[in-house]
């Protein structure tokens, strides 16, 4: 499930908070217009709408009586019309909040997680992991590259993890081996070998020149960012 969908047809606005939404942990799907915005919630669950109030077709407004329809998902308003008049029409259509423009990041962060500890509790603000461009969502146990869902066996879930919460450091094969199959594992070390190259088929763009997960030779591997 996207944490939040991010309705704002400024390119460059829509990426500099997607950006940093995603550096606090939250897997972010962004879009121009409401239409888009729409015709993704068909298809799609998400925890917070982010609505820019000025869209190109439909505005903002209209969106949020449309989503009214069919979901209490909580809404928040981002707009430079700021009178009251507005505030108004936006709590009237079901809005749950309303941030003015420009934006203040850090004041939008808190009240996104003040909406989502109201909605959905406590546990949701660190239920997911960002490293580059892999989200990992520890409670639903999905892995999301570039924002495409991969799918990924249990082994390589968990080895994925484990170096994602140890970047930069050189693990070694008999500590990885030990961690996901257990010391008292029937399994072979060479099935450590088989799980990285299958995992790394999925998450590198060229899985034979490998730039996330590197053999140190002799040793084990280490995770990068990228």
């Not at 203040?104 to 909406?115: G, I, R, V």
């Not at 570039?146 to 970047?167: G, S």
């Not at 996901?180 to 998450?203: A, C, M, P, Y």
């Amino acid at each position: 499930m996207t944490d939040i969908l991010l309705v704002e047809d400024h390119r460059e606005l829509n990426e500099l908070i997607r950006v940093f939404l995603e550096r606090e942990g939250y897997l972010v799907q962004g879009v121009f217009s409401g239409e888009e915005a729409l015709a993704y919630l068909t298809q799609n669950k998400v925890k917070l709408i982010i609505l820019d109030v000025s869209l190109p077709d439909m505005d903002g407004f209209a969106v949020c009586a449309a989503v009214r329809e069919y979901s209490n998902t909580p809404i928040l308003f981002l707009s430079a019309r700021v009178d009251k008049e507005d505030k108004m029409n936006g709590f009237i259509q079901g809005a749950d909040d309303y941030v003015e423009k420009p934006v203040d990041m850090e004041l939008l962060c808190a009240k996104m997680k003040a909406l989502m500890r109201r909605e959905y509790g406590m546990k949701q603000e660190k239920a997911v992991i960002c490293s580059g461009g892999i989200s990992v969502d520890t409670d639903a146990k999905q892995v999301f590259l570039n924002h495409r869902e991969i799918a990924l066996t249990v082994k390589e879930y968990e080895l994925l993890v484990l170096f994602i919460q140890n970047p930069g450091k050189t693990l070694r094969k008999e500590y990885l081996f030990d961690k996901i199959w257990g010391v008292d594992s029937f399994s072979e070390n060479q099935t450590l070998t088989v799980h990285i190259k299958t995992l790394r088929d999925k998450i590198e763009e060229e899985p034979k020149n490998p730039k996330r997960i590197r053999t140190v030779w002799g040793v084990g591997y280490k995770y990068e960012e990228i």
